[in-house]
């Protein structure tokens, strides 16, 4: 018996351009009547408050953008996972007030668009190797930035919502 395979994704989804260039819409709805108390406060476990999560959304956009660059100029770099606990970039962004946290992620997502929309299709075919996954184009990678950013939306979501719960 053979195993099923799916086919190869083409090198820019129009699924994945629109995700891209849209999915940080959400945060109007998302924070819509949060103030910097509820956006600042931690779980009960101690977890990342949803400035946090925002914070490290921020910063991942740079660390993605570099790792692109690298997948562009580099044969098979090999990308590490990114953790915020061990990155001397990430304190100055969990030090940012809310507002200038989303403007500076806004601006980045922008020349982040602006970079895939330029590239050639052969360079979507580019691979970066990542711990766990293995080798992935960076097709893929685009996917997975956008993944990893819709779970801390979703995490943000349910913590700017928690003091709305009706009790």
Not at 128 to 156: K, N
């Amino acid at each position: 018996m053979s195993e099923a395979r799916y086919n190869s994704q083409p090198a820019l989804t129009e699924s994945t351009l629109v995700r891209l260039r849209t999915q940080l819409d959400s945060l109007d709805a998302i924070l819509a009547g949060a103030n910097e108390g509820t956006l600042g406060r931690r779980p009960a476990d101690g977890k990342w408050s949803a400035r946090e999560h925002l914070a490290h959304l921020g910063r991942y956009h740079e660390v993605f953008l570099e790792r692109l660059d690298r997948m562009l100029s580099e044969d098979r770099p090999q990308l590490g996972r990114y953790r915020t606990e061990d990155d001397p970039g990430a304190g100055a962004w969990f030090r940012l007030p809310t507002r200038e946290v989303i403007e500076r992620m806004r601006k980045l997502r922008v020349r982040l668009v602006e970079r895939v929309t330029k590239l050639r299709p052969d360079e979507f075919d580019r691979i970066g190797v990542h711990p766990a996954f293995g080798e992935m184009t960076l097709g893929l990678w685009l996917e997975f930035f956008l993944v990893h950013e819709g779970h801390h939306l979703y995490a943000i979501l349910k913590l700017a919502r928690e003091e709305k719960k009706p009790s």
